[in-house]
Nanobody, 124 residues
Framework: QVQLVESGGGLVQAGGSLRLSCAAS????????MGWFRQAPGKERESVAA????????IYAESLKGRFTISRDNAKNTVYLEMNSLKPEDTAVYYC?????????????????WGQGTQVTVSS
């Protein structure tokens, strides 16, 4: 089992940047596929990005390619989400999640463990 704690959210102006972090407990972090998801008020949770065990493979929601970058540091048990050129529509609670089985995926149902989320608010 793994516990996840997100941080780095906050209020930023449109066009700005933020880097989210997700710290994981446990000694087997490197065996988990990691993903970032988000949920805006009144909307369903949606996928953002995911990364393989080694970080060698990443996938993104099509609409976010080029602005968001996922990375991980297995030595620090941490996964990151770098967000650039932020827009008001990026406002949401951002969650990280861990998948215990192999295969990089953007499917919400494929993830086994979830953090409690961190709020990102982009002002216009």
């Amino acid at each position: 089992q793994v516990q996840l704690v997100e941080s780095g959210g906050g209020l930023v102006q449109a066009g700005g940047s933020l880097r989210l972090s997700c710290a994981a407990s446990g000694r087997t972090f490197s065996r988990y596929i990691m993903g970032w998801f988000r949920q805006a008020p009144g909307k369903e949770r949606e996928s953002v990005a995911a990364i393989s065990w080694t970080g060698g493979a990443t996938i993104y929601a099509e609409s976010l390619k080029g602005r968001f970058t996922i990375s991980r540091d297995n030595a620090k048990n941490t996964v990151y989400l770098e967000m650039n050129s932020l827009k008001p529509e990026d406002t949401a609670v951002y969650y990280c999640a861990a998948r215990a089985t192999s295969g990089v995926s953007l499917r919400i149902g494929d993830y086994d463990y979830w953090g409690q989320g961190t709020q990102v608010t982009v002002s216009s």
